[in-house]
């Protein structure tokens, strides 16, 4: 349910952004009658048992996959440890490249796959492991085996990683004020702007998401204490270099939404609270 709000608070899409995702949608004939552009991002939620080449695309007359449907908007994996491990290995490429080539013996085929990758899975095979009011009955090694279906190289290549308590009653039947989307996305419509100024000498680079290792030299600079802090987080935590990167990213947003300028160490520690998986790891 919650990831199918993610598109609600997303920016709206610009006219080059409908254009591409209008192009590939038509190739997979996925255009409704009547419909000359697609302006709404996508949300695609693939059952467990797709193939790797549902997902990535192929066929004799290589089609867009999920990856390339989803271009543009949200790609939403349920029970994330339930996908085969071949099908979710094939996701690293476009993760990191933002492309998808298909090549066959008469022709190669590139498609667009610029996508968000949403994940739900439960902490393990019983899904109680760590509730405070429901007693985990799973061995540490069905924890363990249950979780290393999911490749740490995967894993790296995903910015946030959250643990998601179970609802209690109270906040079940409990009205409670609620922050609307249009008041959420109105905020990401403001930083999507910022970064848009900010890359507009750069092609092909949108967002924060988009930098490469020469944008975070030159727009993530550190002061002393906060390399301090991201020294202490990568050999506590044992953070590869992508993992070093991926926190600078979503440091680098949480300051745009925050409306500032610099990198301060409050935006750099609310991005390493989000990789809570690599938190784990190192506390095992």
């Known amino acids: 349910m919650l990831a199918r709000r993610l598109p609600t608070i997303l920016p709206s899409m610009s006219l080059d952004e409908a254009l591409e995702t209008t192009k590939i949608h038509s190739v997979a004939g996925l255009l409704g009658a009547g419909q000359s552009l697609c302006t709404l991002r996508p949300f695609r939620a693939p059952h467990h048992t797709i193939s790797d080449a549902g997902l990535i695309g192929g066929g004799s007359c290589p089609r867009p996959g999920e990856v390339s449907l989803a271009h543009g908007g949200v790609l939403f994996l349920d029970e994330l440890p339930e996908f085969r491990r071949n099908v979710l290995e094939v996701l690293r490429q476009p993760l990191e490249d933002g492309v998808v080539t298909l090549s066959r013996a008469a022709v190669s085929l590139t498609y667009p796959a610029r996508f968000m990758l949403a994940g739900a899975m439960n902490p393990c095979p019983c899904g109680y492991f760590g509730d405070a009011r429901q007693q985990c009955r799973c061995a540490e090694l069905d924890v363990e085996r249950y979780r290393s279906r999911v490749s740490g190289p995967l894993l790296d290549r995903i910015d946030i990683h959250l643990e998601v308590p179970a609802v209690v009653y109270s906040d079940l039947v409990e009205c409670h004020p609620e922050e609307p989307s249009a008041a959420i996305r109105e905020r990401v419509e403001r930083a999507r702007v910022i970064q ?63 409306g500032a300028d610099e990198l301060a160490s409050t935006h750099v520690r609310e991005a390493i609270q989000y990789r809570s998986l690599d938190r784990r790891r190192a506390a095992a």
């Open 196 to 258: 848009r100024l900010r890359f507009r000498d750069r092609p092909g680079v949108h967002a924060n998401a988009h930098m490469t290792t020469r944008d975070l030299r030159r727009h993530c600079a550190l002061t002393p204490g906060v390399e301090q802090l991201l020294r202490d987080a990568v050999n506590r935590f044992g953070l590869s270099a992508r993992g070093y990167h991926r926190i600078l990213k979503i440091a680098r947003t949480v300051a745009d939404l925050a």
